[in-house]
Protein backbone atom coordinates (compact mmCIF):
# COMPACT_ATOMS: atom_id res chain seq x y z
CA UNK A 1 0.00 0.00 0.00
CA UNK A 2 1.11 3.29 -1.37
CA UNK A 3 1.44 6.48 1.69
CA UNK A 4 0.59 9.23 -0.73
CA UNK A 5 2.25 12.45 0.66
CA UNK A 6 1.55 11.64 4.37
CA UNK A 7 4.74 11.95 4.69
CA UNK A 8 5.75 15.81 3.50
CA UNK A 9 2.69 17.01 5.84
CA UNK A 10 4.15 20.82 6.94
CA UNK A 11 7.19 20.73 4.93
CA UNK A 12 7.27 21.99 1.16
CA UNK A 13 9.78 19.86 -0.67
CA UNK A 14 11.94 22.04 -2.48
CA UNK A 15 10.74 22.12 -6.83
CA UNK A 16 12.85 19.37 -8.79
CA UNK A 17 13.53 21.82 -11.55
CA UNK A 18 15.29 24.41 -8.83
CA UNK A 19 18.49 22.79 -8.78
CA UNK A 20 18.91 23.07 -5.28
CA UNK A 21 19.24 19.10 -3.97
CA UNK A 22 21.40 16.86 -4.88
CA UNK A 23 20.65 14.06 -6.63
CA UNK A 24 21.50 10.14 -6.20
CA UNK A 25 19.76 6.16 -6.74
CA UNK A 26 19.50 5.27 -3.29
CA UNK A 27 19.56 7.26 -0.42
CA UNK A 28 19.71 5.78 3.08
CA UNK A 29 19.30 6.80 6.79
CA UNK A 30 21.09 4.96 9.35
CA UNK A 31 24.69 3.80 9.23
CA UNK A 32 24.20 0.50 11.68
CA UNK A 33 24.49 -3.32 10.09
CA UNK A 34 21.25 -2.88 8.08
CA UNK A 35 22.27 0.57 6.28
CA UNK A 36 25.63 -0.57 5.77
CA UNK A 37 24.89 -3.61 4.43
CA UNK A 38 22.27 -2.77 2.16
CA UNK A 39 24.13 0.77 0.86
CA UNK A 40 27.14 -1.82 -0.30
CA UNK A 41 25.13 -4.55 -1.73
CA UNK A 42 23.45 -2.08 -3.45
CA UNK A 43 26.90 -0.04 -4.62
CA UNK A 44 28.26 -3.24 -5.43
CA UNK A 45 25.10 -3.50 -8.26
CA UNK A 46 25.82 -0.36 -9.52
CA UNK A 47 23.46 1.76 -7.62
CA UNK A 48 25.05 5.23 -6.93
CA UNK A 49 24.20 5.50 -2.67
CA UNK A 50 24.14 8.06 -0.60
CA UNK A 51 24.10 7.15 3.11
CA UNK A 52 23.35 9.51 5.56
CA UNK A 53 24.42 8.96 10.07
CA UNK A 54 23.47 10.90 12.40
CA UNK A 55 26.62 10.18 15.01
CA UNK A 56 30.11 9.86 14.11
CA UNK A 57 31.18 6.23 13.93
CA UNK A 58 32.92 4.03 16.42
CA UNK A 59 29.73 4.71 18.79
CA UNK A 60 28.73 2.60 21.61
CA UNK A 61 25.53 0.39 20.40
CA UNK A 62 23.74 -2.59 22.41
CA UNK A 63 23.23 -5.72 20.39
CA UNK A 64 26.75 -7.57 20.91
CA UNK A 65 25.76 -11.37 20.39
CA UNK A 66 26.20 -12.67 16.89
CA UNK A 67 24.61 -15.89 15.57
CA UNK A 68 25.99 -18.45 12.86
CA UNK A 69 23.82 -17.34 9.97
CA UNK A 70 25.62 -13.72 10.15
CA UNK A 71 28.44 -15.18 8.68
CA UNK A 72 27.45 -15.99 5.63
CA UNK A 73 26.52 -12.34 5.26
CA UNK A 74 29.92 -11.45 6.53
CA UNK A 75 31.68 -13.20 3.26
CA UNK A 76 28.99 -11.64 1.16
CA UNK A 77 30.27 -8.64 2.31
CA UNK A 78 33.64 -9.89 2.52
CA UNK A 79 34.59 -8.76 5.85
CA UNK A 80 34.63 -11.83 7.88
CA UNK A 81 37.96 -11.44 8.33
CA UNK A 82 38.17 -8.20 10.20
CA UNK A 83 34.90 -9.02 12.18
CA UNK A 84 36.79 -12.28 13.12
CA UNK A 85 40.16 -9.80 14.30
CA UNK A 86 37.64 -7.71 17.06
CA UNK A 87 35.71 -11.04 17.63
CA UNK A 88 35.06 -13.66 20.43
CA UNK A 89 34.47 -16.72 19.03
CA UNK A 90 30.92 -18.43 20.01
CA UNK A 91 30.04 -22.02 19.81
CA UNK A 92 26.46 -21.87 21.60
CA UNK A 93 25.00 -20.72 24.59
CA UNK A 94 24.84 -22.01 28.55
CA UNK A 95 21.31 -21.64 29.79
CA UNK A 96 20.93 -21.07 33.67
CA UNK A 97 17.57 -21.54 35.39
CA UNK A 98 16.75 -20.91 39.37
CA UNK A 99 14.29 -23.98 39.66
CA UNK A 100 17.19 -26.59 37.91
CA UNK A 101 20.44 -27.54 39.73
CA UNK A 102 22.16 -27.94 36.56
CA UNK A 103 23.20 -25.87 33.35
CA UNK A 104 22.52 -26.72 30.28
CA UNK A 105 24.65 -26.09 26.85
CA UNK A 106 23.23 -25.51 23.46
CA UNK A 107 26.33 -26.07 20.74
CA UNK A 108 25.78 -24.48 17.24
CA UNK A 109 27.64 -27.93 16.21
CA UNK A 110 24.53 -30.24 16.93
CA UNK A 111 22.11 -27.87 14.73
CA UNK A 112 20.22 -29.36 11.49
CA UNK A 113 23.03 -28.49 9.54
CA UNK A 114 26.68 -28.40 11.09
CA UNK A 115 28.07 -26.46 8.55
CA UNK A 116 28.39 -23.26 10.72
CA UNK A 117 29.19 -24.25 14.17
CA UNK A 118 30.34 -21.05 15.42
CA UNK A 119 29.25 -17.23 15.79
CA UNK A 120 30.91 -14.22 17.30
CA UNK A 121 30.47 -12.13 20.13
CA UNK A 122 31.64 -8.04 18.92
CA UNK A 123 31.45 -4.85 20.90
CA UNK A 124 29.22 -3.02 18.18
CA UNK A 125 30.99 0.28 18.02
CA UNK A 126 34.02 -1.65 16.33
CA UNK A 127 31.54 -4.05 14.41
CA UNK A 128 29.52 -1.00 12.76
CA UNK A 129 32.62 0.86 12.01
CA UNK A 130 33.75 -1.92 10.01
CA UNK A 131 30.41 -2.58 8.17
CA UNK A 132 30.52 1.37 7.76
CA UNK A 133 33.99 1.73 6.00
CA UNK A 134 33.25 -1.65 3.71
CA UNK A 135 30.07 0.71 2.16
CA UNK A 136 32.76 3.55 2.00
CA UNK A 137 34.86 1.31 0.11
CA UNK A 138 32.58 0.14 -2.29
CA UNK A 139 31.97 3.37 -3.52
CA UNK A 140 29.38 4.60 -1.09
CA UNK A 141 29.07 8.27 0.07
CA UNK A 142 29.08 8.32 3.65
CA UNK A 143 28.02 11.15 5.14
CA UNK A 144 28.58 11.16 9.08
CA UNK A 145 27.14 13.48 11.91
CA UNK A 146 24.19 14.55 9.76
CA UNK A 147 20.66 14.16 10.91
CA UNK A 148 17.56 13.07 8.14
CA UNK A 149 15.19 15.69 9.71
CA UNK A 150 12.17 15.19 6.80
CA UNK A 151 10.54 13.24 3.73
CA UNK A 152 9.05 13.92 0.88
CA UNK A 153 7.41 11.80 -1.95
CA UNK A 154 6.67 13.89 -4.83
CA UNK A 155 4.12 12.00 -7.08
CA UNK A 156 6.02 11.86 -9.77
CA UNK A 157 7.91 9.19 -7.74
CA UNK A 158 11.10 8.92 -5.78
CA UNK A 159 11.89 11.33 -2.25
CA UNK A 160 13.00 14.26 -1.11
CA UNK A 161 15.07 14.00 1.55
CA UNK A 162 16.26 17.38 4.48
CA UNK A 163 19.33 16.34 6.29
CA UNK A 164 20.75 18.37 9.13
CA UNK A 165 24.59 17.84 9.32
CA UNK A 166 27.03 19.56 12.43
CA UNK A 167 28.13 22.66 10.80
CA UNK A 168 26.86 21.83 7.32
CA UNK A 169 23.42 23.49 7.79
CA UNK A 170 20.37 21.94 5.80
CA UNK A 171 21.19 19.44 2.62
CA UNK A 172 18.21 18.39 0.71
CA UNK A 173 18.94 15.60 -1.58
CA UNK A 174 16.40 13.84 -4.01
CA UNK A 175 16.94 10.40 -4.67
CA UNK A 176 15.05 7.48 -6.85
CA UNK A 177 14.55 5.44 -3.37
CA UNK A 178 14.67 5.35 -0.05
CA UNK A 179 16.30 3.05 2.17
CA UNK A 180 15.14 3.82 6.17
CA UNK A 181 17.53 1.90 8.30
CA UNK A 182 17.29 4.47 10.97
CA UNK A 183 17.41 1.95 13.73
CA UNK A 184 14.82 2.57 16.75
CA UNK A 185 14.42 5.91 15.94
CA UNK A 186 11.87 4.15 13.05
CA UNK A 187 12.61 7.60 11.74
CA UNK A 188 10.16 6.89 8.37
CA UNK A 189 7.48 4.78 10.54
CA UNK A 190 6.77 7.92 12.57
CA UNK A 191 6.70 10.40 9.63
CA UNK A 192 4.12 7.84 8.10
CA UNK A 193 2.56 7.34 11.36
CA UNK A 194 2.81 3.90 11.09
CA UNK A 195 4.38 2.54 13.87
CA UNK A 196 2.35 0.28 16.59
CA UNK A 197 3.73 -1.47 20.00
CA UNK A 198 3.43 -4.86 19.97
CA UNK A 199 0.28 -5.82 21.97
CA UNK A 200 1.89 -9.85 22.84
CA UNK A 201 5.22 -8.38 24.21
CA UNK A 202 7.10 -5.80 26.73
CA UNK A 203 10.23 -5.82 28.00
CA UNK A 204 12.94 -3.69 29.24
CA UNK A 205 16.58 -3.33 30.07
CA UNK A 206 19.11 -2.71 31.67
CA UNK A 207 23.07 -2.76 31.03
CA UNK A 208 26.25 -2.06 31.02
CA UNK A 209 29.75 -3.26 30.80
CA UNK A 210 32.01 -5.19 33.43
CA UNK A 211 35.71 -6.66 34.27
CA UNK A 212 36.22 -9.45 36.28
CA UNK A 213 33.29 -11.14 35.50
CA UNK A 214 33.86 -15.02 35.49
CA UNK A 215 34.15 -16.46 32.34
CA UNK A 216 33.53 -19.99 31.15
CA UNK A 217 36.31 -22.57 30.57
CA UNK A 218 38.21 -23.76 27.31
CA UNK A 219 36.77 -23.20 24.04
CA UNK A 220 33.12 -21.98 25.88
CA UNK A 221 35.04 -19.45 27.07
CA UNK A 222 32.94 -16.96 24.43
CA UNK A 223 29.34 -18.61 24.78
CA UNK A 224 26.19 -16.20 25.75
CA UNK A 225 24.84 -17.46 29.07
CA UNK A 226 21.43 -16.72 30.00
CA UNK A 227 19.93 -16.73 33.72
CA UNK A 228 16.39 -16.64 34.07
CA UNK A 229 15.47 -14.91 37.44
CA UNK A 230 12.01 -13.93 38.96
CA UNK A 231 11.46 -10.73 36.85
CA UNK A 232 12.58 -11.94 33.58
CA UNK A 233 16.78 -12.68 32.31
CA UNK A 234 20.50 -11.71 31.91
CA UNK A 235 22.60 -11.76 29.03
CA UNK A 236 26.22 -12.46 29.77
CA UNK A 237 28.22 -11.61 26.77
CA UNK A 238 32.02 -12.09 26.78
CA UNK A 239 33.86 -9.39 24.83
CA UNK A 240 37.69 -9.49 24.24
CA UNK A 241 39.78 -8.02 26.55
CA UNK A 242 38.18 -8.96 29.72
CA UNK A 243 35.27 -6.61 28.95
CA UNK A 244 31.67 -8.44 29.70
CA UNK A 245 28.61 -7.29 28.43
CA UNK A 246 25.92 -8.08 31.10
CA UNK A 247 22.25 -6.94 30.89
CA UNK A 248 18.92 -7.69 32.74
CA UNK A 249 15.71 -8.04 30.18
CA UNK A 250 12.35 -7.75 32.40
CA UNK A 251 8.92 -6.50 32.23
CA UNK A 252 9.05 -2.60 31.94
CA UNK A 253 7.39 -2.09 35.47
CA UNK A 254 9.85 -3.95 37.07
CA UNK A 255 12.21 -1.37 35.96
CA UNK A 256 10.17 1.34 36.51
CA UNK A 257 9.84 0.16 40.42
CA UNK A 258 13.52 1.97 40.70
CA UNK A 259 14.10 3.51 43.47
CA UNK A 260 18.01 3.93 43.23
CA UNK A 261 20.20 4.83 40.82
CA UNK A 262 20.60 2.70 37.33
CA UNK A 263 23.69 1.74 38.89
CA UNK A 264 22.74 0.48 41.87
CA UNK A 265 19.54 -0.73 40.40
CA UNK A 266 21.61 -2.93 38.11
CA UNK A 267 23.53 -4.44 41.16
CA UNK A 268 20.65 -5.27 43.34
CA UNK A 269 18.42 -7.06 40.00
CA UNK A 270 21.88 -9.24 39.88
CA UNK A 271 21.86 -9.98 43.58
CA UNK A 272 18.37 -11.40 42.60
CA UNK A 273 20.22 -14.19 40.49
CA UNK A 274 22.83 -16.54 43.13
CA UNK A 275 24.02 -17.97 39.82
CA UNK A 276 24.87 -14.73 38.01
CA UNK A 277 26.16 -13.32 40.92
CA UNK A 278 28.43 -16.04 41.74
CA UNK A 279 29.84 -15.37 38.57
CA UNK A 280 29.65 -11.53 39.08
CA UNK A 281 31.31 -11.67 42.92
CA UNK A 282 35.07 -9.99 41.26
CA UNK A 283 33.19 -7.63 38.80
CA UNK A 284 33.72 -3.32 38.20
CA UNK A 285 31.29 -1.78 36.18
CA UNK A 286 33.43 0.07 33.21
CA UNK A 287 30.45 2.01 31.65
CA UNK A 288 27.34 3.91 32.88
CA UNK A 289 24.20 1.81 33.30
CA UNK A 290 21.84 2.22 30.40
CA UNK A 291 18.56 1.68 30.88
CA UNK A 292 16.20 0.87 27.98
CA UNK A 293 11.87 1.81 27.85
CA UNK A 294 9.63 -1.15 26.42
CA UNK A 295 10.85 -1.53 22.67
CA UNK A 296 8.89 -3.87 21.14
CA UNK A 297 6.71 -2.57 18.11
CA UNK A 298 6.33 -3.09 14.27
CA UNK A 299 5.46 -0.75 11.43
CA UNK A 300 2.16 -1.35 9.76
CA UNK A 301 4.45 -2.32 6.42
CA UNK A 302 8.01 -2.62 5.62
CA UNK A 303 7.92 -0.94 1.65
CA UNK A 304 5.82 0.68 -0.58
CA UNK A 305 6.53 2.93 -3.56
CA UNK A 306 9.56 4.25 -3.65
CA UNK A 307 10.91 3.25 0.01
CA UNK A 308 12.14 -0.09 2.37
CA UNK A 309 12.57 -0.59 5.99
CA UNK A 310 14.94 -2.43 7.16
CA UNK A 311 15.95 -3.89 10.33
CA UNK A 312 15.07 -2.25 13.89
CA UNK A 313 13.53 0.53 11.34
CA UNK A 314 10.58 -1.85 10.85
CA UNK A 315 10.35 -4.19 13.59
CA UNK A 316 12.22 -4.85 16.80
CA UNK A 317 10.52 -7.99 19.33
CA UNK A 318 13.10 -8.81 21.90
CA UNK A 319 17.01 -9.58 22.31
CA UNK A 320 16.53 -12.53 24.05
CA UNK A 321 17.75 -15.21 21.03
CA UNK A 322 20.67 -12.55 19.77
CA UNK A 323 18.97 -11.92 16.26
CA UNK A 324 18.50 -8.80 16.21
CA UNK A 325 21.77 -7.47 14.17
CA UNK A 326 21.17 -11.13 11.39
CA UNK A 327 17.40 -9.79 11.41
CA UNK A 328 18.72 -6.15 10.29
CA UNK A 329 21.28 -7.92 8.08
CA UNK A 330 19.14 -10.25 6.95
CA UNK A 331 16.78 -7.70 5.61
CA UNK A 332 19.00 -5.46 4.37
CA UNK A 333 20.11 -8.57 2.07
CA UNK A 334 15.91 -9.06 0.89
CA UNK A 335 15.87 -4.89 0.94
CA UNK A 336 18.34 -4.35 -1.69
CA UNK A 337 17.24 -7.14 -3.83
CA UNK A 338 13.75 -5.20 -3.82
CA UNK A 339 15.16 -2.00 -4.68
CA UNK A 340 17.34 -3.04 -7.17
CA UNK A 341 14.70 -5.18 -8.68
CA UNK A 342 12.00 -2.34 -8.33
CA UNK A 343 14.60 0.51 -9.78
CA UNK A 344 15.19 -2.15 -12.75
CA UNK A 345 11.57 -2.96 -13.48
CA UNK A 346 8.99 -0.45 -11.80
CA UNK A 347 6.28 -1.93 -12.75
CA UNK A 348 7.37 -5.49 -10.82
CA UNK A 349 7.82 -3.69 -7.47
CA UNK A 350 4.44 -4.93 -6.15
CA UNK A 351 6.01 -8.33 -7.06
CA UNK A 352 9.06 -7.86 -5.30
CA UNK A 353 7.95 -5.88 -2.36
CA UNK A 354 5.50 -9.12 -1.59
CA UNK A 355 8.47 -11.32 -1.71
CA UNK A 356 10.40 -9.04 0.47
CA UNK A 357 7.62 -8.48 2.91
CA UNK A 358 6.78 -12.45 3.43
CA UNK A 359 10.14 -13.52 3.95
CA UNK A 360 11.07 -10.86 6.57
CA UNK A 361 7.97 -11.70 8.44
CA UNK A 362 8.84 -15.70 7.97
CA UNK A 363 12.00 -14.78 10.79
CA UNK A 364 10.28 -12.52 12.60
CA UNK A 365 7.59 -15.08 13.21
CA UNK A 366 9.90 -18.27 14.18
CA UNK A 367 11.26 -16.43 16.46
CA UNK A 368 8.26 -14.33 18.15
CA UNK A 369 6.60 -17.09 19.15
CA UNK A 370 9.39 -18.63 21.33
CA UNK A 371 10.33 -15.26 22.64
CA UNK A 372 6.46 -14.51 23.87
CA UNK A 373 6.74 -18.26 26.02
CA UNK A 374 10.74 -17.80 27.12
CA UNK A 375 9.63 -16.92 30.52
CA UNK A 376 6.82 -19.50 30.62
CA UNK A 377 7.70 -22.37 33.38
CA UNK A 378 6.84 -24.83 30.52
CA UNK A 379 9.46 -23.48 27.92
CA UNK A 380 11.96 -23.23 31.08
CA UNK A 381 11.63 -27.15 31.41
CA UNK A 382 11.93 -28.16 27.91
CA UNK A 383 15.09 -26.11 27.51
CA UNK A 384 16.85 -27.48 30.60
CA UNK A 385 15.64 -30.87 29.61
CA UNK A 386 15.46 -31.00 25.79
CA UNK A 387 15.35 -34.48 23.91
CA UNK A 388 16.35 -34.91 20.88
CA UNK A 389 12.64 -36.60 19.31
CA UNK A 390 12.73 -36.91 15.54
CA UNK A 391 15.14 -34.42 15.53
CA UNK A 392 13.59 -31.51 17.49
CA UNK A 393 16.58 -30.47 19.62
CA UNK A 394 18.56 -30.15 16.23
CA UNK A 395 15.82 -27.62 14.83
CA UNK A 396 15.51 -25.77 17.98
CA UNK A 397 19.75 -25.02 17.54
CA UNK A 398 19.33 -23.88 13.51
CA UNK A 399 16.73 -21.75 15.08
CA UNK A 400 18.99 -20.32 17.53
CA UNK A 401 21.49 -20.78 15.13
CA UNK A 402 19.60 -17.85 12.81
CA UNK A 403 18.29 -20.51 10.09
CA UNK A 404 15.10 -19.95 9.79
CA UNK A 405 14.85 -18.37 6.03
CA UNK A 406 16.35 -21.66 4.26
CA UNK A 407 14.90 -24.95 5.25
CA UNK A 408 11.60 -26.41 5.85
CA UNK A 409 13.14 -28.95 7.47
CA UNK A 410 13.23 -26.80 10.23
CA UNK A 411 10.22 -25.53 10.49
CA UNK A 412 8.34 -28.32 10.69
CA UNK A 413 10.45 -30.09 13.46
CA UNK A 414 9.52 -26.87 15.20
CA UNK A 415 5.64 -27.61 14.75
CA UNK A 416 6.45 -30.99 16.02
CA UNK A 417 8.23 -28.77 19.26
CA UNK A 418 5.20 -26.57 19.47
CA UNK A 419 2.81 -29.91 20.12
CA UNK A 420 4.62 -30.69 22.82
CA UNK A 421 4.64 -27.49 24.33
CA UNK A 422 0.94 -27.60 24.16
CA UNK A 423 0.81 -30.69 25.43
CA UNK A 424 2.95 -30.67 28.50
CA UNK A 425 1.37 -26.72 29.22
CA UNK A 426 -2.01 -28.70 29.59
CA UNK A 427 -0.85 -30.77 31.82
CA UNK A 428 0.53 -28.69 34.52
CA UNK A 429 -2.55 -26.74 33.77
CA UNK A 430 -2.53 -25.11 36.85
CA UNK A 431 0.72 -23.95 36.63
CA UNK A 432 0.74 -22.73 33.10
CA UNK A 433 -2.66 -21.06 33.88
CA UNK A 434 -1.09 -18.84 36.54
CA UNK A 435 1.88 -18.17 34.20
CA UNK A 436 -0.57 -16.86 31.49
CA UNK A 437 -2.17 -15.03 33.97
CA UNK A 438 0.55 -13.31 35.32
CA UNK A 439 1.78 -12.41 31.67
CA UNK A 440 -1.60 -11.17 30.82
CA UNK A 441 -1.32 -8.54 33.58
CA UNK A 442 2.00 -7.30 32.87
CA UNK A 443 1.23 -7.01 29.59
CA UNK A 444 -2.15 -5.06 30.34
CA UNK A 445 -0.38 -2.65 33.06
CA UNK A 446 2.40 -2.30 30.44
CA UNK A 447 -0.19 -1.65 27.62
CA UNK A 448 -0.73 2.09 29.24
CA UNK A 449 2.90 3.61 28.66
CA UNK A 450 3.66 4.60 25.26
CA UNK A 451 6.75 2.26 23.50
CA UNK A 452 10.16 3.80 23.69
CA UNK A 453 11.53 4.67 20.32
C1 LIG B 1 18.74 -4.37 25.26
C2 LIG B 1 19.05 -4.88 23.89
C3 LIG B 1 19.96 -5.91 23.71
C4 LIG B 1 20.23 -6.38 22.42
N1 LIG B 1 21.11 -7.44 22.25
C5 LIG B 1 21.31 -7.93 21.01
C6 LIG B 1 22.24 -9.00 20.80
O1 LIG B 1 22.87 -9.50 21.74
N2 LIG B 1 22.40 -9.45 19.54
C7 LIG B 1 21.74 -8.91 18.48
O2 LIG B 1 21.92 -9.37 17.35
N3 LIG B 1 20.90 -7.88 18.66
C8 LIG B 1 20.67 -7.38 19.88
N4 LIG B 1 19.83 -6.31 20.03
C9 LIG B 1 19.20 -5.74 18.85
C10 LIG B 1 20.18 -4.89 18.02
O3 LIG B 1 20.70 -3.87 18.85
C11 LIG B 1 19.44 -4.29 16.84
O4 LIG B 1 18.49 -5.20 16.34
C12 LIG B 1 20.39 -3.89 15.70
O5 LIG B 1 21.32 -2.95 16.11
C13 LIG B 1 19.56 -3.34 14.52
O6 LIG B 1 20.39 -2.82 13.52
P1 LIG B 1 19.85 -1.62 12.60
O7 LIG B 1 20.91 -1.36 11.60
O8 LIG B 1 18.48 -1.92 12.15
O9 LIG B 1 19.71 -0.38 13.59
P2 LIG B 1 20.85 0.36 14.44
O10 LIG B 1 21.97 -0.54 14.72
O11 LIG B 1 20.17 1.00 15.60
O12 LIG B 1 21.37 1.50 13.45
C14 LIG B 1 20.57 2.60 13.13
C15 LIG B 1 21.48 3.77 12.77
O13 LIG B 1 20.68 4.82 12.25
C16 LIG B 1 21.17 6.07 12.73
N5 LIG B 1 20.05 7.01 12.66
C17 LIG B 1 18.89 6.97 13.35
N6 LIG B 1 18.09 7.99 12.99
C18 LIG B 1 18.76 8.68 12.04
C19 LIG B 1 18.45 9.84 11.28
N7 LIG B 1 17.28 10.49 11.42
N8 LIG B 1 19.35 10.31 10.39
C20 LIG B 1 20.54 9.67 10.24
N9 LIG B 1 20.90 8.56 10.94
C21 LIG B 1 20.00 8.07 11.81
C22 LIG B 1 21.61 5.72 14.15
O14 LIG B 1 22.56 6.66 14.63
C23 LIG B 1 22.21 4.33 13.96
O15 LIG B 1 23.60 4.38 13.70
C24 LIG B 1 19.56 -5.81 21.30
C25 LIG B 1 18.66 -4.77 21.49
C26 LIG B 1 18.40 -4.29 22.75
C27 LIG B 1 17.40 -3.17 22.92
Known amino acids: MDHGNAATRGWNPPNRAGGTARRCDVLVIGGGPAGSTAAALLADKGWEVVLLEKDRHPRFHIGESLLPMNLPLFDALGVRGEIEEIAMMKYGAELCSPHHDWKQTYLFSDALDKSWPHAYQVPRA ?11 RKGVKVIEECR ?75 NISIFWFEHGWFWVIPLRNGITSVGAVCWPRYLKSRASSSEAFLWETIALSPGLSSRMRN ?43 FFAMNSA ?60 QEALLSLLAGDVFRSRSVHLRLLLFKAIYYVNAARAARRSFAAWRRRKRALRDDYREPAAG
Not at 154 to 171: D, L, M, R, W
Open 126 to 136: AFDHILLRNCA
Open 148 to 222: VTRVGFPKAGGCVVSAAGAGQGEQVWEARYLVDASGRDTFLANKLGIKRRNPRHASAALFGHFTGVERLPGRDEG
Open 283 to 325: ARLTTPVTATGNYSYMAERMAGKGYVMLGDAFAFIDPVFSSGV
Open 333 to 392: LLGAETVDGALRHPARRRIYEARFDKAVRRGLTSFSWFIYRMTSPTIRDMLMSPRNVCRI
